[in-house]
T-cell receptor, first 112, second 112 residues
């Protein structure tokens, strides 16, 4: 069964304390891995897409990496405004159509 | 650009009532989808559409109907609301099925 597991469920960091979020997946025929940020009461907002093992993408304090079994979202020197839930989703082809499988997210709290 | 607009933002229904959640996008995206988000579970696909006049079922379609008469609009109909349909509903659109999704702000639905 195709599955996406994110860890940890919740993470509290001090401002400036770097860390990593994990997204492990089992899916046949991965077409892409997506990271989204979700603020309370809002819809998910796109961050990155990774397509192949070894690929890396960066945006400000965030860096996403991909291996054949997992992806990491590295947060360097986080600030309180980085507090949010980070969602990982894999995309695969089912019956000729692309579909997402979402993880349950990591709730990040950055303390000033 | 407004992006993806969902209405209403909040709704309370009585068991057995019907209603339509509205979703509109102004980006000329072909692919649109509806998800529900429940605590402890990832976003789950209800229905999706790959273009005007074409819809298909997702992971949890029971109790919901959709139609896509125009590129811009993709309403979700609850036929006879049940407490199990209490959730936050998100509409999303993308250029194609394999590109990043743009999400609306969500509709928080409570069925009593």
């Amino acid at each position: 069964e195709d599955q996406v597991t994110q860890s940890p469920e919740a993470l509290r960091l001090q401002e400036g304390e770097s860390s990593s979020l994990n997204c492990s997946y089992t899916v046949s025929g991965l077409r892409g891995l997506f990271w989204y940020r979700q603020d309370p009461g809002k819809g998910p907002e796109f961050l990155f897409t990774l397509y192949s093992a070894g690929e890396e993408k960066e945006k400000e304090r965030l860096k996403a990496t991909l291996t054949k079994k997992e992806s990491f979202l590295h947060i360097t020197a986080p600030k309180p405004e980085d507090s949010a839930t980070y969602l990982c989703a894999v995309q695969a082809m089912y019956s000729g159509t692309y579909k997402y499988i979402f993880g349950t997210g990591t709730r990040l709290k950055v303390l000033a | 650009n407004a992006g993806v607009t969902q209405t209403p933002k909040f709704q309370v229904l009585k068991t057995g009532q019907s209603m339509t959640l509205q979703c509109a996008q102004d980006m000329n995206h072909e692919y649109m989808s509806w998800y529900r988000q429940d605590p402890g579970m990832g976003l789950r696909l209800i229905h999706y559409s790959v273009g005007a006049g074409i819809t298909d079922q997702g992971e949890v379609p029971n109790g919901y109907n959709v139609s896509r008469s125009t590129t811009e609009d993709f309403p979700l109909r609850l036929l006879s609301a049940a407490p199990s349909q209490t959730s936050v509903y998100f509409c999303a659109s993308s250029i194609r099925g394999n590109t990043e999704a743009f999400f609306g702000q969500g509709t928080r639905l409570t069925v009593v």
